[in-house]
């Protein structure tokens, strides 16, 4: 049920290639994140203007007040934390490292004097740094996906770090020719989030919507919409 909008207008940061959770189909942004947050906005009775600029952008918007909240699998961490506020988590995931199809790379430690892709900005690039410490290989920082994913495609880098089902999302629809290796790093719940202690409203309005939204059903339609693996 939809409620009339009179709770505001937010401006919402947002990644620009992050299937299944965000991304340009036909010409309209969709994907988990955007289809909960418009389910949430009709059932709060708010508006939303989605900036998709990317993830280190999305952060930055909302740490300079240009957005008022980011949804963009985003991970709930503890460092975050304490720039953010977030609202109740509505998935988790790792990141994991892709390499080309027919590359013999099989473990971290077989990245040894290579260097990989890692968008800039998140788990999966810390992830990155910290096993291109203990295994000596080298991390190049990118603002979008599309752009890492063609720097493994082009042999530039040896690896890309991603979100395991973004990977996943992207080998099966058939969009990546690319294959995961390595074990996933530390898994992260996702969250909405605003800057600390700036939109309280607007954390409470996401997580009401969010409560309803799996109350009613919608919330399961719309990760069925992505992810339900029998056709
Ligand atoms: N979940 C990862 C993070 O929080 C990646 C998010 C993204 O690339 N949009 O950093």
Do not use: C, W
């Not at 949430?40 to 909240?69: H, T, Y």
């Not at 790379?105 to 800039?120: F, M, N, P, R, W």
């Not at 991390?139 to 720097?151: E, L, P």
């Amino acid at each position: 049920t939809d409620t009339p909008v009179t709770n505001g207008k937010f401006t919402i940061a947002t990644d620009t290639t992050f299937a299944p959770f965000v991304f340009k189909q036909d010409g309209e942004y969709v994907g988990i994140d955007l289809d909960l947050l418009k389910a949430i906005a009709a059932n709060q009775g708010f508006e939303v203007e989605l900036k998709p600029i990317g993830f280190d952008g999305a952060l930055n918007a909302v740490k300079s007040g240009q957005a008022d909240g980011i949804t963009a699998g985003m991970g709930i961490t503890d460092e975050r934390k304490q720039t953010f506020d977030y609202a109740d988590p509505y998935f988790e995931s790792a990141p994991v490292m892709a390499v080309k199809p027919d590359s013999d790379i099989e473990t971290y430690a077989d990245l040894k004097g290579q260097s990989v892709a890692a968008k800039t900005g998140t788990t999966g690039y810390d992830y990155a740094e910290e096993l291109a410490k203990k295994h000596g290989f080298t991390v190049n920082g990118f603002g979008d996906s599309a752009d890492m994913y063609n720097d493994v495609t082009n042999g530039n880098s040896a690896a890309a770090f991603e979100d395991e089902p973004v990977l996943k999302y992207g080998i099966k629809v058939g969009n990546l020719d690319l294959k995961i290796a390595g074990e996933p790093g530390e898994s992260t719940e996702y969250g909405f989030a605003t800057l600390k202690g700036k939109n309280p409203e607007l954390i409470k309005m996401y997580n009401d919507g969010l409560k309803e939204a799996k109350e009613s059903g919608a919330y399961q339609q719309i990760i069925d919409r992505y992810l339900k693996t029998e056709q």
